[in-house]
């Protein structure tokens, strides 16, 4: 019986052998072999977008046993995922089901937050100070992540020097100088602004094929966005037929195509 076997099995790796051998002598042609890396390459991607979820890594300093929430942001709320408690090494896992690529927080007791942007198959590695998040904070694994923290990291800059030009006047309110100080501080409240508005046509123009151009757009800088769909159509547009290409299903770009289609209605009615 076994010498049955093994000859059969014998038998199956020779047919395998058989029908592997004109595909390897076909593709390892002069001239075939990148095309044969090519068909590797995109198998292996496929089967990545394919994992229907990602996984976020976290390791930081200053903080042990605080519970750290992950949220989806959906189009009209926002939607709790999944919780763990940092341990005592620091460290953090979180794993999340996704079909497409979506907007995350990362939420921390201390009501600070971190904007992501993670996609199906992606696994990012995040680390930090839970002290001074912003300005610590290391990421890898998420390219759409990677991009916004760079963004936020230069916004909070601009935060800063907003939130001192602020403690500037609260601290001279009522001296006899106050009305110059106010002068100077709303002409470094203007330069602030202009720098980012700056920054953020500069990250748009940059990264026109990436999701996280519709959070620059929607980003409120102090009261509302810096950039406006009604003064920046233009940037909305780019951002829109940039994005048409790559994920014209995406729910965030469907919505954002929504917004462009009807301020063009409403632009095509007030030329009637």
Same mark, same amino acid.
Do not use: W
């Given at each position: 019986?076994?010498? *049955?076997?093994?000859?059969n099995n014998r038998i199956t790796q020779?047919?395998?052998?058989?029908?592997?051998?004109?595909?390897? $002598?076909?593709?390892? $042609?002069?001239?075939? &072999?990148?095309?044969?890396?090519?068909?590797?390459?995109?198998?292996?991607?496929?089967?990545?977008?394919d994992s229907g979820s990602f996984t976020?890594?976290?390791?930081?300093?200053?903080?042990?046993?605080?519970?750290?929430?992950?949220?989806?942001?959906?189009?009209?709320? %926002?939607?709790? @995922?999944?919780?763990?408690?940092?341990?005592?090494?620091? =460290? %953090?896992?979180? /794993?999340?089901?996704?079909?497409?690529?979506?907007? +995350? @927080? #990362?939420?921390?007791?201390?009501? *600070?937050?971190?904007?992501?942007?993670?996609?199906?198959?992606?696994? @990012?590695?995040?680390?930090?100070?839970?002290?001074?998040?912003?300005?610590? #904070?290391?990421?890898?694994? /998420? &390219?759409?992540?990677?991009? #916004?923290?760079?963004?936020?990291?230069?916004?909070?800059?601009?935060?800063?020097?907003?939130? /001192?030009?602020?403690? #500037?006047?609260?601290?001279?309110?009522?001296?006899?100088?106050?009305?110059? %100080? /106010?002068?100077?501080?709303?002409?470094?409240?203007?330069? %602030?602004?202009?720098?980012?508005?700056?920054?953020?046509?500069?990250?748009?123009?940059?990264?026109?094929?990436?999701?996280?151009? @519709?959070?620059?757009?929607?980003?409120?800088?102090?009261?509302?966005?810096?950039?406006?769909?009604?003064?920046?159509?233009?940037?909305?547009?780019?951002?829109?037929?940039?994005?048409?290409?790559?994920?014209?299903?995406?729910?965030?770009?469907? +919505?954002?195509?929504?917004?462009? =289609? =009807?301020?063009? $209605?409403?632009?095509?009615?007030?030329?009637?």
């Amino acid at each position: 019986m076994k010498s *049955k076997q093994s000859k059969n099995n014998r038998i199956t790796q020779r047919s395998i052998k058989e029908l592997l051998l004109p595909l390897v $002598r076909l593709f390892f $042609r002069p001239g075939v &072999p990148m095309i044969f890396l090519a068909f590797l390459a995109i198998s292996c991607s496929n089967s990545k977008q394919d994992s229907g979820s990602f996984t976020v890594l976290g390791k930081f300093a200053n903080c042990t046993g605080e519970k750290i929430r992950i949220e989806e942001m959906g189009i009209n709320a %926002i939607i709790p @995922l999944d919780s763990a408690n940092i341990d005592q090494a620091g =460290e %953090i896992r979180l /794993s999340c089901k996704a079909d497409q690529a979506g907007f +995350y @927080l #990362l939420r921390f007791p201390d009501k *600070k937050k971190i904007i992501l942007l993670l996609d199906k198959g992606e696994n @990012l590695e995040i680390s930090g100070d839970c002290q001074n998040l912003s300005a610590n #904070l290391v990421m890898k694994g /998420s &390219p759409g992540s990677m991009l #916004l923290a760079d963004f936020f990291r230069e916004t909070n800059r601009n935060r800063k020097t907003i939130d /001192s030009l602020k403690m #500037l006047l609260k601290g001279h309110e009522g001296s006899p100088d106050f009305l110059k %100080i /106010s002068g100077d501080a709303d002409a470094g409240f203007q330069k %602030i602004t202009e720098d980012q508005r700056k920054l953020e046509l500069e990250f748009i123009h940059k990264n026109p094929n990436s999701l996280a151009c @519709l959070i620059v757009l929607n980003f409120s800088f102090g009261p509302q966005p810096i950039l406006d769909i009604d003064h920046d159509f233009d940037v909305y547009q780019r951002v829109d037929s940039a994005l048409q290409r790559i994920c014209p299903q995406n729910k965030h770009l469907v +919505y954002h195509h929504k917004r462009v =289609e =009807e301020k063009k $209605r409403q632009e095509s009615v007030k030329k009637l």
